[in-house]
């Protein structure tokens, strides 16, 4: 069974920064890429970071790149998504997703957590 919890969601003014972590278990880090999605009001679920069960290799719309960063630390088993300078059409429930292949396309998981949500301020 594929665990995941997410945490770190809160307000914040746009150009601030966020990381949120979502919390599994140590063979869920150490065999599948872990992606975060985001799904605003009125939009669909949308990708915004994912890496693969190494760790090494990161992926990344052009939306966020070099705003936001994907990372897995070994010892917590979390997967924590930095962001920084955010916008305020950022705003969103933030979701964790696991599968077999790492993929920017949200029918490609099958495990999902519960969100966490991420509200901007103008």
């Known amino acids: 069974q594929v665990q995941l919890v997410e945490s770190g969601g809160g307000l914040v003014q746009a150009g601030d920064s966020l990381r949120l972590s979502c919390a599994t278990s140590?063979?869920?880090?150490?065999?599948?890429?872990l992606s975060w999605f985001r799904q605003g009001p009125g939009k669909e679920r949308e990708f915004v970071a994912g890496i693969n069960e190494s760790g090494d290799v990161a992926d990344y719309p052009e939306s966020v790149k070099g705003r936001f960063t994907i990372s897995t630390d070994n010892v917590e088993n979390t997967v924590y998504l930095q962001m920084n300078d955010l916008k305020a059409e950022e705003a969103a429930v933030y979701y964790c997703?696991?599968?077999?292949?790492?993929?920017?396309?949200?029918?490609?998981?099958?495990?999902w957590g519960e969100g966490t949500q991420d509200a901007v301020s103008s």
């Open positions: 140590r063979h869920t880090l150490s065999t599948s890429p």
């Open positions: 997703a696991a599968d077999t292949f790492l993929s920017n396309m949200k029918h490609q998981y099958n495990y």
